[in-house]
């Protein structure tokens, strides 16, 4: 079955450059260092520690594991490798760590790419942060004794019916994974149900509670928002909007801004492509709109634009309300757990399959309230704009749940150092 999946994979290589070059149009990075998809990449730096590969798809699984990154840093004893597959994961890889770690794209799943990277850097120890799987990688670390982990895994019913469709080749790369550090039970019932060996299967929770939000980030958010809201005006942030959810946010802050005027909205596009077009909207809303990549006075300004990479967890402090996108649109919804760690009392679509267990807890908690639409939202914030009190203690419900699930990386680091 490997076999015919790297048969279509070379076939269509030339899409996957194409669609490269596509989205090179509105993200100029997308049209550089190709060779690096190709396995090609410099090892200039590389010396004689043994390698710890890390293994982060973009932006928001580099965030998730920036602290555990962080943590080998500072222990010395590995280089580090950490690769991505987008520009905007890269971009914050090189500004958060530099030179202080090996950089590049992962290859393309072919076995000539993957082994040419392999022999390139030869890790010890491949952890990939979590479900980004690829056969030929699994089978290449497998067939060169590279332990690999899946840190952090997550596997949602329609992803497990994605893998399902080739059930086969499922099985054969999942029992070749050394370990899964699985999220929760039901995740990890279904990963074994694809293949993973039940020893193989690890329930440490979600790194992604144990954030730790550095002094410089609270004071520049208390900045930002006295910036914005001079005389402590409220502030929605809908954080991480996909197209299709821009519309109802805007519709949703008219409404409430007929009751409230004061009110302030921040909003954070997911992907830097549709910055653009997002600006566009919201002038054509006929609000004050005004780019936190002009860094123009924001006073009189009703909507910050969030187009700069890597201040998503500044802007929601800056916050007292949220929406978490990707869930309005049959996405599966982004990260709360940002929003939580703020205190922020926490609004979403209904689409939450990819963060289902932290939804869960957020709804029964009082933290988390789902709407369906625009009217929806407005109508369930006005109530919170209203009464602050109200406002306080769901942002006080979102905070406990997190604060109660903190714990899951050191268990992760006490799994990858029996590897290392």
């Not at 928001?60 to 690769?83: C, M, P």
């Not at 520049?220 to 959810?245: D, M, R």
Request: aromatic share 8%; proline share 5%; net charge positive.
């Amino acid at each position: 079955m490997r076999f015919f999946y790297s048969i279509l994979f070379f076939v269509l290589l030339p899409l996957a450059f194409w669609r490269l070059w596509q989205r090179g149009k509105k993200a100029p990075a997308y049209r550089e260092r190709w060779a690096e998809r190709l396995g090609i990449s410099s090892t200039k730096g590389r010396d004689q520690r043994p390698l710890l590969w890390f293994h982060t798809v973009s932006v928001g699984e580099f965030i998730a594991a920036k602290s555990l990154i962080q943590h080998y840093v500072d222990q010395g004893s590995h280089q580090l490798l950490i690769t991505c597959m987008t520009p905007t994961g890269s971009e914050q890889i090189q500004k958060n760590f530099g030179k202080n770690v090996l950089h590049c794209y992962l290859p393309y799943d072919l076995q000539p790419c993957i082994n040419a990277f392999l022999t390139r850097y030869q890790p010890q120890v491949f952890v990939c942060i979590e479900t980004e799987l690829w056969p030929n990688l699994i089978h290449a670390c497998h067939k060169r004794h590279i332990p690999s982990i899946v840190a952090n895994a997550r596997l949602s019913q329609k992803s497990a019916r994605g893998y399902g469709l080739v059930k086969r080749m499922s099985r054969s790369m999942l029992s070749k994974i050394t370990l899964a550090a699985i999220q929760n039970t039901a995740d990890a019932g279904r990963f074994v149900k694809l293949g993973l060996k039940p020893e193989r299967a690890k329930i440490i929770g979600n790194i992604k509670y144990d954030l730790n939000i550095p002094e410089q980030i609270q004071k520049a958010a208390q900045a930002l928002k006295k910036e914005l809201c001079p005389e402590a005006e409220p502030v929605f942030i809908a954080a991480s909007t996909h197209s299709g959810e821009d519309e109802p946010v805007l519709d949703a802050f008219s409404a409430l801004k007929k009751q409230y005027p004061s009110l302030r909205l921040i909003l954070v596009p997911r992907h830097p492509e549709r910055f653009n077009d997002v600006y566009k909207l919201c002038q054509a809303s006929g609000f004050n709109c005004l780019r936190r990549s002009d860094n123009k006075e924001l006073k009189n300004c009703d909507i910050l634009l969030g187009d700069t990479m890597g201040e998503l967890l500044l802007m929601l402090g800056a916050s007292d309300y949220a929406f978490i996108g990707g869930s309005l649109v049959e996405n599966g919804g982004h990260n709360y757990i940002e929003a939580a760690a703020w205190s922020l009392p926490i609004f979403a679509g209904p689409s939450t399959f990819n963060f289902q267990q932290v939804a869960d807890e957020l709804i029964e908690s009082g933290g988390l309230q789902l709407v369906k639409n625009s009217v929806e939202l407005s109508e369930k914030a006005e109530p919170l704009l209203l009464d602050k009190s109200e406002a306080k203690k769901r942002g006080s419900a979102a905070k406990a749940v997190a604060e109660k699930n903190r714990g899951a990386q050191a268990r992760l680091i006490s799994l990858i150092d029996e590897r290392l």
